[in-house]
T-cell receptor
Framework: GQNIDQPTEMTATEGAIVQINCTYQ??????LFWYQQHAGEAPTFLSY??LDGLEEKGRFSSFLSRSKGYSYLLLKELQMKDSASYLC??????????WGAGTKLIIKP | GAVVSQHPSWVICKSGTSVKIECRSL??????MFWYRQFPKQSLMLMAT?????????EQGVEKDKFLINHASLTLSTLTVTSAHPEDSSFYIC????????????FGPGTRLTVT
């Protein structure tokens, strides 16, 4: 079967670094996405990994290990505006996105 | 970048009435559009996938006679919630994809539906 799991909530301090983990299980895999979603708004695309390794994009980086079914999103130099939910999703063999429940990130001053 | 719009952004309706939500791709042709529902503090739940000119494919547990989806053109899909009930109150989000296979999904801003 398919499943995807990420922590429900995390708290971090402004200016610090936080890593949000995501584990998944699937027989067909066409990449893993991270989206940011502020309350009451639609998700916005952050990153896409299809090969193993780290993709860096400014303050945000995303890592993938296909053999371990594992990804993480790393946020550096946290800002208050980074308070949001972070959704990981993998694309299955039918090119459908299978979504995690989201991790609510709370940033404290 | 690709833009997807939704209308209305929020709507309040009375129980028993129907509500139509529009999803438009503004600067690309959307071969496939997706409709999601999101309840508070929960993740996105895919309701249905629609390809232009064909019937929508509904996910298990989603009533196709209650949630009518029309994808009549490459830039417009509509979701009609028929005979709405308070439990249908939710955040409805559409997304659009330009082609088959791997293409990024672009999300609309969402529609907040409240049924009283």
């Amino acid at each position: 079967g398919q499943n995807i799991d990420q922590p429900t909530e995390m708290t971090a301090t402004e200016g610090a670094i936080v890593q949000i983990n995501c584990t998944y299980q699937t027989s067909g895999f066409n990449g893993l996405f991270w989206y940011q979603q502020h309350a009451g708004e639609a998700p916005t695309f952050l990153s896409y990994n299809v090969l193993d390794g780290l993709e860096e994009k400014g303050r945000f980086s995303s890592f993938l290990s296909r053999s371990k079914g594992y990804s993480y999103l790393l946020l550096k130099e946290l800002q208050m505006k980074d308070s949001a939910s972070y959704l990981c999703a993998f694309m299955d063999s039918n090119y459908q996105l299978i979504w995690g429940a989201g991790t609510k990130l709370i940033i404290k001053p | 970048g690709a833009v997807v719009s939704q209308h209305p952004s929020w709507v309040i309706c009375k129980s028993g009435t129907s509500v139509k939500i529009e999803c438009r791709s503004l600067d690309f042709q959307a071969t496939t559009m997706f409709w999601y529902r999101q309840f508070p503090k929960q993740s996105l739940m895919l309701m249905a996938t629609s390809n232009e000119g064909s019937k929508a494919t509904y996910e298990q547990g989603v009533e196709k006679d209650k949630f009518l989806i029309n994808h009549a053109s490459l830039t417009l899909s509509t979701l009609t919630v028929t005979s709405a009930h308070p439990e249908d109150s939710s955040f409805y989000i559409c997304s659009a994809r330009e082609g088959q296979g791997f293409h990024e999904q672009y999300f609309g801003p969402g529609t907040r539906l409240t049924v009283t």
